[in-house]
Structures are given as C-alpha cells and as structure tokens.
C-alpha cells in the first residue's frame, strides 16, 4: 500500500509491513503522531511506540500495547486498526478530541517483534522472547511473567522450557525493561492497557496476589462500563474482575507492575474467541474484534480523561 | 520450521475442585511439554491446553482414568495452521 488508506485491515500482516504502516502513519500525519524508538529487542529490532499528542509538554498519558505474547495475532492487527482510528477520528469524534486535547495516547503495535517474526517463519504457536537462556536448550522468556511484582512466584515458572518461564530476573528482557524504562521516566501515565488474545476477558489488578487493590471497586465498575459497551456491537461475552480471580493465578505480570508504579487504570484484555480458534483466528475476524475493542478502550479513556488523579 | 501435525487442542472441563487439582497438577508435567492456553481457574470455566501428538496418549489416558471430562477443540493444529497461511497467501496475492 501507498498511503494507510489503501492499507488492508481486514488481513494479517508481516512485522515489516506493520514497520512501514507506521512509518506512513506518522509522515501523513505529523502535526498529530510521531514515532518513538524506547529500545531494541534481543536481536536487534527496534521498539516502536507511536505516540499520538495535541501538544504541550509531558501531558498526562495513555499507554496501550499490543502482542506482548507474539502469537496472538489478532492483537497486533487490532492495534493497527487502533492507529489509523485514532488519526481519523480525532477532530471529528468529540470524545476522543477532548482527550486528544488534554492527553497524549502511546500505542506500541509489536511489543515482542522477535516473537512475532518467529511465529510468521518458524513457529506459528511462539509466545516467548527470542532470547537465549544459559544453561538450556530452551529459548525465550515469557515477558508477561517478567515484570517486578510478585516475580518468580506462583503462577509461573523457573523451567526455561515453560511457556511461563519468568526469566533469570525481572525485566531481563529489554522488550519489556524498555517499557518499564520509559513508564517510569514518562512520570505521567495514567491508564496502561495491555491487550492480549483470546477467552474474552477484561482484567484489572492483581494477578500474583488475592488482595484486592484499593481501587478495586472502581476499576471493577469500569470494566463493567467497559465490556457492556463492547458487548453493545456484536453480542461478544466477555467476563471481567481481577487476574486472580477470573483467569488465574500469574505472578510477575505487567499490569500488577504499573498498578503498583501508581497507574490506577491499569487493564488488560483477552480479545475474541472463546475457544473454537484460540490463536488461530480467521481474518475476517480481524475488524469486528477491532471495533468493539475500541467500544471498551474508549470507556476506559474517556474515563481516564474525567478522573485525574 | 516447527510444526504442529497430529497436536490437538483438549477443552477439558473439572466437575469438581478435586478434578481442577489434578488439571494443576497436569499442567505442571513439563515432560509432557503441554502448552496450556487457559490455565485451570475454577470449575466453571474450561482449560484448554495444546498438546504434542507424542504426548496425546499420556494426556488422554490420564484424563480417562480420572474421569475427567475433555473435548478436542482443534483436531489437529497444523491442518488449521495451514488453512491460515492459505488464506493470508490468498489475501496477499488479491492486494497485487
């Protein structure tokens, strides 16, 4: 494609192609995005963070990121429909201009780009990092049980074969020490939402531990705001509470990590389907799973946006 | 390049949390090298786990004799796999 009109979202994408989209989104629209590089995965992609501003200067922020666990496609083709929503309808949309107008949104499309490549050559199913463990044969690490809250503890495992590894330490990976580097010296985000697939779920903190959080009525609330206006498009079902209690038991998961760095709307998602594809899910579920998605991510933002904190 | 012939996906449901101990337990034999998609959380919700076509007889027997109910949710993996990249080649060769 030319220009991320001519784009199709409807399909799946290389991680190249996903690079080049960005790329095209930033030089069609360079008063509203801009592209920032917060690091390198292990072999040597780059990290990628769209950021999308009105302006001003360290604004209070919106962080959104998509395929952490690489083989959950339908989260980086959503994100990429999320991208080209958020340039289309700023100005026209009045809920997402007024947030636009007070905050920044960063939005990181491939958060484990090695994983991805690696699912589109070698292992359609590849959840982990790339990165070599001394001492195994087994490669990678999941970075969603790398982060520093509850590491190492139940809910995942010291086995490098694991497919819930947590890695020698938390944030050993540079995928997710990168975001964790940049969360901190932003300062200033208010929500963080980590989207993954599939079993259709909206989760807030925690995971590791059964204590519930101070904000949990709220949080709780909101989900339920949020997954009734996603509900609203197609019917999708979705269930929603704490990691612990709806999911399982997942210690050293990212968004236990910002909650506890003081990000109050700290959610994360599992996308379509219940279980009839689990990763493999058509393509022409691509833009439904997108729409309603956002439904949920708007509430989530616009609430965000009417309580500062 | 992996492949994933002959891997099926069981949807397995625990009656009981007796049952959903044993799925613990299961999901926890790294010898079998299963991947579990949706780990065992309560009796109402399901767990669905991949499991290699080496491990399908160890898997299933052990349900069996524990009179665990399961379902295969994808009878065989790479078969769906393929259907995917048949598809994405489809689509990119409409974009041309």
Same mark, same amino acid.
């Given at each position: 494609?030319?220009?991320?009109?001519?784009?199709?979202?409807?399909?799946?994408?290389?991680?190249?192609?996903?690079?080049?989209?960005?790329?095209?989104?930033?030089?069609?629209?360079?008063?509203?995005?801009?592209?920032?590089?917060?690091?390198?995965?292990?072999?040597?992609?780059?990290?990628?963070?769209?950021?999308?501003?009105?302006?001003?200067?360290?604004?209070?922020?919106?962080?959104?990121?998509? &395929?952490?666990? +690489?083989?959950?496609?339908?989260? #980086?083709?959503?994100?990429?429909?999320? /991208?080209? $929503?958020? @340039?289309?309808?700023?100005?026209?949309?009045?809920?997402?201009?007024?947030?636009?107008?007070?905050?920044?949104?960063?939005?990181?499309?491939?958060?484990?780009?090695?994983?991805?490549?690696?699912?589109?050559?070698?292992?359609?199913?590849?959840?982990?990092?790339?990165?070599?463990?001394?001492?195994?044969?087994?490669?990678?690490?999941?970075?969603?049980?790398?982060?520093?809250?509850?590491?190492?503890?139940?809910?995942?495992?010291?086995?490098?074969?694991?497919?819930?590894?947590?890695?020698?330490?938390?944030?050993?990976?540079?995928?997710?020490?990168?975001?964790?580097?940049?969360?901190?010296?932003?300062?200033?985000?208010?929500?963080?939402?980590?989207?993954?697939?599939?079993?259709?779920?909206?989760?807030?903190?925690? &995971?590791?531990? +059964?204590?519930?959080?101070?904000? #949990?009525?709220?949080?709780?609330?909101? /989900?339920? $705001?949020? @997954?009734?206006?996603?509900?609203?498009?197609?019917?999708?079902?979705?269930?929603?509470?704490?990691?612990?209690?709806?999911?399982?038991?997942?210690?050293?998961?990212?968004?236990?990590?910002?909650?506890?760095?003081?990000?109050?709307?700290?959610?994360?998602?599992?996308?379509?389907?219940?279980?009839?594809?689990?990763?493999?899910?058509?393509?022409?579920?691509?833009?439904?799973?997108?729409?309603?998605?956002?439904?949920?991510?708007?509430?989530?933002?616009?609430?965000?946006?009417?309580?500062?904190? | 390049?992996?492949?994933?012939?002959?891997?099926?996906?069981?949807?397995?449901?625990?009656?009981?949390?007796?049952?959903?101990?044993?799925?613990?337990?299961?999901?926890?034999?790294?010898?079998?090298?299963?991947?579990?998609?949706?780990?065992?959380?309560?009796?109402?919700?399901?767990?669905?786990?991949?499991?290699?076509?080496?491990?399908?007889?160890?898997?299933?027997?052990?349900?069996?004799?524990?009179?665990?109910?399961?379902?295969?949710?994808?009878?065989?993996?790479?078969?769906?796999?393929?259907?995917?990249?048949?598809?994405?080649?489809?689509?990119?060769?409409?974009?041309?």
């Amino acid at each position: 494609p030319r220009n991320t009109d001519a784009f199709d979202y409807s399909n799946y994408h290389t991680i190249n192609e996903i690079y080049s989209f960005q790329d095209m989104l930033v030089a069609e629209n360079p008063q509203l995005v801009s592209k920032i590089v917060i690091g390198q995965s292990y072999q040597g992609r780059p990290l990628n963070v769209l950021k999308f501003s009105t302006g001003g200067t360290n604004r209070p922020a919106i962080w959104i990121d998509t &395929g952490i666990h +690489s083989r959950e496609w339908v989260t #980086q083709a959503s994100g990429t429909w999320f /991208a080209k $929503k958020i @340039v289309t309808d700023y100005g026209s949309d009045p809920t997402l201009t007024a947030i636009l107008n007070r905050m920044d949104i960063f939005l990181e499309i491939v958060t484990n780009p090695d994983g991805f490549y690696y699912t589109q050559n070698n292992n359609r199913m590849w959840r982990k990092t790339r990165q070599p463990n001394s001492g195994s044969s087994c490669v990678g690490v999941d970075p969603n049980r790398n982060w520093d809250a509850g590491f190492g503890g139940p809910g995942s495992s010291k086995n490098p074969c694991s497919e819930t590894y947590s890695g020698r330490s938390a944030h050993s990976e540079s995928e997710v020490k990168s975001i964790v580097d940049f969360v901190k010296s932003h300062g200033n985000m208010k929500a963080f939402v980590s989207i993954h697939a599939y079993s259709q779920m909206l989760l807030y903190p925690y &995971g590791y531990t +059964s204590t519930p959080t101070k904000d #949990q009525k709220e949080l709780h609330a909101l /989900a339920s $705001k949020a @997954v009734k206006n996603l509900t609203s498009l197609y019917g999708t079902r979705y269930r929603y509470g704490s990691i612990i209690n709806t999911i399982y038991q997942a210690s050293g998961g990212t968004i236990d990590w910002t909650y506890n760095q003081g990000i109050k709307y700290s959610y994360t998602f599992e996308l379509r389907d219940t279980g009839r594809y689990g990763f493999i899910l058509p393509a022409n579920q691509i833009l439904p799973t997108a729409k309603e998605t956002w439904l949920a991510m708007m509430t989530i933002m616009e609430h965000t946006n009417a309580n500062t904190y | 390049k992996d492949t994933f012939e002959g891997d099926q996906v069981l949807r397995i449901t625990a009656k009981d949390e007796s049952q959903l101990a044993l799925l613990h337990d299961l999901s926890e034999m790294e010898m079998l090298h299963l991947d579990v998609w949706r780990g065992p959380t309560d009796v109402a919700t399901p767990v669905d786990i991949r499991v290699p076509f080496h491990s399908l007889k160890s898997v299933k027997a052990y349900l069996e004799a524990r009179d665990v109910q399961y379902t295969i949710m994808i009878e065989d993996l790479q078969a769906v796999l393929d259907e995917e990249q048949t598809q994405m080649r489809m689509a990119s060769r409409a974009a041309e």
